[in-house]
């Protein structure tokens, strides 16, 4: 019984220390750009495609419902970089809004017509961490390695994105790219963290690194550690009082969120962390 809780606590912890690095970074290009909701789609996305793998005959979790998943993210990246209105009287982020609205209406009308869709549906809200394994760790390191390594080659792009977006050619293919990045690792963790945490995972630790310093790297930094800790509290908790995975670790994200809110209104800029430069 004791191997089985420390074999559970390593596998969580190890998942979780992996997934906040990557998801911390893009969270960082998602708030600075005001690209909010464009992570609720792609997370909504992902449970649609896995919907649809189920409607096909597609065992949920599998790796044909994973491609299921990545086809529809796919389309929905393509949809952001290419849906960028010009007039100032329709935000970007009205159309991403509208966007997620309709993946979430999608997914609820595909998951009335299946046999156990609500079900399924609470699985792609709230995700299962039980699923959680080593092989699955470990695949998700690869993979989490290679798009570090592809955002470290081309990073003076995707930050010239945040930073000077007029300078930067070919904006819609890197704006592609990035959601494409994004869509990939939603695909990842949405099985597992469902699409409410992995939503978490992305904007929370970020918010707080951007509310602290302008810099990257100490922004990537700031976030994980906070990420990570507000997430070990949440699976503790979890354990501790039995209480549901998902809602523990994001009440727990938000929590630091709002202490982090509490410190920025009460500290002055010049006393936080490399503020500017």
């Not at 699976?235 to 501790?240: G, Q, R």
Request: with cysteine; glycine share 8%.
């Amino acid at each position: 019984m004791a191997s089985e809780t420390v074999r559970f606590f390593s596998v969580q912890i190890a998942l979780l220390a992996i997934v906040l690095i990557l998801h911390t970074y893009i969270g960082l290009h998602i708030i600075r750009r005001t690209l909010i909701f464009s992570d609720l789609v792609l997370d909504q996305l992902a449970a649609f495609g896995a919907l649809a793998g189920i409607g096909l005959g597609i065992e949920y979790g599998t790796a044909q419902s994973y491609l299921s998943s990545m086809a529809a993210v796919l389309f929905g990246a393509l949809l952001l970089a290419l849906i960028k209105p010009k007039s100032r009287a329709i935000p970007r982020e009205a159309v991403i809004g509208i966007m997620y609205a309709l993946a979430l209406v999608a997914s609820l009308l595909l998951a009335d017509k299946l046999r156990g869709g609500e079900a399924y549906v609470t699985k792609t809200l709230a995700g299962s961490m039980l699923w959680v394994t080593w092989p699955l760790v470990a695949v998700t390191a690869i993979v989490y390695i290679v798009l570090l390594a592809f955002h470290c080659k081309f990073h003076r792009k995707f930050i010239g994105m945040a930073e000077n977006p007029h300078g930067i050619k070919n904006e819609r293919l890197w704006d592609f790219l990035l959601f494409t990045t994004q869509g990939i690792i939603t695909v990842l963790i949405v099985p597992i963290a469902g699409v409410l945490l992995a939503y978490a995972f992305l904007m929370i630790p970020a918010a707080i690194a951007a509310m602290f310093t302008m810099r990257w790297a100490w922004a990537v930094i700031i976030g994980w550690a906070i990420g990570f800790t507000a997430c070990i509290i949440g699976l503790f908790s979890s354990y501790s009082f039995d209480l549901p995975y998902g809602p523990s670790l994001v009440l727990s994200l938000g929590f630091f969120f709002a202490v982090a809110v509490v410190i920025r209104c009460l500290f002055s800029s010049n006393r936080l962390v490399g503020m500017k430069g």
